[in-house]
């Protein structure tokens, strides 16, 4: 099956510092990744949408200056922490999808990345 | 706003029980459901995925949706207590890629 992979898994970082967190699809090309956040006992929160080679789609809420995503090969996206503040500290998980066929629209997880600021 | 809602539990169940999931989505045009099963501190991984009306087995799951009534189910038989975990119904909606979740169920078997 199709694999994607997160790193770093975990990171601590101090307050006022960038995180840069990589996603890559390992077997298969991601015509589009996907960044969520989930925070303890909540549901995966989708921050934003990317397809290689465009600017990334933001959600309502999520400061894109903050945030900052790069998708600049099917393989690899990038997500940055900018200025990181206590209340960054979160599971940041992406997920891949190649060019749907069929109407199937499976994505694939990578296996996230718990980032806590001190 | 497009939500997909679940009952946060905790459902619990015996082993061997049959544990019935269910979840309702708001967005009338959504076209692919999906299942995602969640362990503590891991992403998730995917169950099932129904596109179609009706029931989709997949050995001891069965997925059931209801576009009438904008409805998604998951049944688990003969529940194992490896089953314990949080489930989290997503729904690709109508115009969209990305998937909404519901907040998740948490699931817990007891031996």
């Known amino acids: 099956g199709a694999v994607v992979s997160q790193h770093p898994s975990r990171v601590i970082c101090k307050s006022g510092t960038s995180v840069k967190i990589e996603c890559r699809s390992l077997?298969?090309?991601?015509?589009?990744m996907f960044w969520y956040r989930q925070f303890p006992k909540q549901s995966l929160m989708l921050m934003a949408t990317?397809?290689?080679?465009?600017?990334?789609?933001?959600e309502q809420g999520v400061e894109k200056d903050k945030f900052l995503i790069n998708h600049a090969s099917l393989t690899l996206s990038t997500l940055t922490v900018t200025s990181a503040h206590p209340e960054d500290s979160s599971f940041y998980i992406c997920?891949?999808?190649?060019?749907?066929?069929?109407?199937?629209?499976?994505?694939?997880f990578g296996p996230g990345t718990r980032l806590t600021v001190l | 706003q497009k939500e997909v809602e679940q009952n946060s539990g905790p459902l619990s169940v015996p082993e061997g029980a049959i544990a019935s999931l269910n979840c309702t989505y708001s967005d009338r045009g959504s076209q692919s459901f999906f299942w995602y099963r969640q362990y503590s501190g891991k992403s998730p991984e995917l169950i099932m995925f129904?596109?179609?009306?009706g029931d989709k087995e997949d050995g001891r799951f069965t997925a059931q949706l209801n576009k009438a009534s904008q409805y998604v189910s998951l049944l688990i038989r003969d529940s194992q207590p490896s089953d314990s975990a949080t489930y989290l119904c997503a729904v690709i909606g109508q115009a969209g890629t990305a998937l909404i979740f519901g907040k998740g169920t948490t699931l817990s078997v007891s031996s």
């Open positions: 077997d298969f090309q991601a015509t589009t």
């Open positions: 990317s397809n290689e080679g465009s600017k990334a789609t933001y």
């Open positions: 129904i596109y179609s009306n």
């Open positions: 997920s891949a999808r190649d060019a749907p066929t069929g109407g199937y629209n499976e994505q694939f």
